[in-house]
């Protein structure tokens, strides 16, 4: 009877302790799942003027953050369409605060990044950036200008759609009526070619699926850019990468 006694206690005080453990295991976890602040950033690492910090990102969330042999990326999320983004050298000096997100970072560590959008916009049209946190210049390649063939080919398509819905459609639903602006998405990857110095990805013209804007055709783009090495001189070529829907 003593023994069985002893061994009760015994299991007693082994699930107690499991209980405990796990306990402080699932507390430790949620602790480190607690995204970190740029203040926290900043004081972990003896950085005590903030002045030349973004005063309203000091105790935001950081929500991603990237590094390169030479710089920091900070993002942090503003809306599903929004980001901000805090360039930094690698001993976390302030180098540039950048409206969107990075998409893709070029040999010299310039950076790509996707322009953020407003959320509740009728239509949402990708624009692409390159920012070198060398020289702290930036430029816009994304969509190129003038219009290219294919994209005047499609905006000629929206304006005709957009004809035929009459004016009084878009004065209810609050729409800019401009078909150069129509809905476009980076579908897939930043593909870097160090070698040829260009870079190029996919964009999808138009978007059926919003109800601000539907549209019944879509088109897939091709479009490539460089030279990479020479930010001032960066162009981007669009061609039909797929046959009209």
């Known amino acids: 009877m003593k023994v069985t006694l002893a061994i009760i206690r015994c299991l007693l005080s082994a699930i107690l302790l499991a209980s405990v453990t796990s ?3 699932s507390a430790a976890d949620q602790a480190e799942r607690v995204p970190i602040t740029l203040r926290d950033l900043l004081h972990a690492n003896n950085v005590n003027d903030l002045r030349k910090y973004p005063q309203d990102l ?3 969330p950081i929500t991603d953050e990237k590094r390169t042999p030479r710089f920091i990326h900070l993002g942090f999320h503003i809306n599903p369409s929004a980001e901000r983004l805090l360039v ?3 001993d976390l000096k302030f180098q540039k605060e950048l409206y969107g ?12 990044y996707h322009q953020s959008q407003i959320h509740f916009a009728p239509t949402h049209w990708l624009e692409l950036s390159v920012f070198n946190p060398t020289t702290l210049k930036t430029k816009q390649i994304y969509p190129p200008k003038p219009n290219q063939p294919v994209r005047r080919s ?20 609050n729409h800019h009526m401009d078909p150069e602006l129509f809905d476009s998405l980076l ?3 930043v593909m ?7 870079m190029a990805f996919t964009v999808r013209y138009g978007d059926p699926n919003n109800g601000n804007d539907p549209l019944s055709f879509t088109e897939l783009i091709q479009v490539t850019c460089g030279p990479i090495d020479q930010l001032a001189l960066i162009q981007c070529r669009e061609a039909a990468q797929a046959a009209k829907k």
């Open 154 to 173: 499609f905006i000629e398509r929206v304006n005709r759609a957009y004809q035929e819905r009459g004016e009084e459609w878009f004065m209810r639903h």
């Open 187 to 189: 579908v897939g990857a």
């Open 88 to 90: 930094l050298s690698r």
């Open 101 to 112: 997100w990075v998409v893709a970072t070029l040999p010299d560590e310039t950076i790509v």
């Open 192 to 198: 870097v070619n160090a070698t040829a110095k260009a």
């Open 23 to 25: 306990g402080l295991e």
């Open 58 to 60: 000091l105790d935001a």
